[in-house]
């Protein structure tokens, strides 16, 4: 995971992000999504963040974020999208 995380530049890492199962599909997590992306774009900032379920990945690109790589650890690893967003032009 270090290997395609970008250090070169400051940014928020988006860490951790959860959704109780009978709460997913009702915008709870879109919600939480705007408001951090909200703060990350005031302050110019661009965020990294990490999934592992493939349903995620469309809920983060409506977001702003782009896959910037898709791989599975070895040996038999969880597949793994590496995910960026730079901020949104105020």
């Not at 959860?18 to 009702?26: K, M, R, W």
């Amino acid at each position: 995971m270090d290997e395609h995380h970008p250090m070169e530049r400051r940014h928020a890492y988006l860490w951790f992000l959860g959704v109780t199962h009978a709460a997913q599909g009702h915008g709870v997590g879109s919600r939480l999504l705007k408001f951090a992306t909200e703060r990350l774009d005031a302050e110019g900032l661009p965020a990294y963040l990490e999934t592992q379920n493939e349903r995620n990945v469309s809920l983060y690109t409506r977001h702003g974020f782009e896959v910037i790589h898709e791989g599975r650890p070895p040996p038999d690893g969880p597949k793994l999208w590496s995910m960026w967003r730079e901020p949104a032009a105020s």
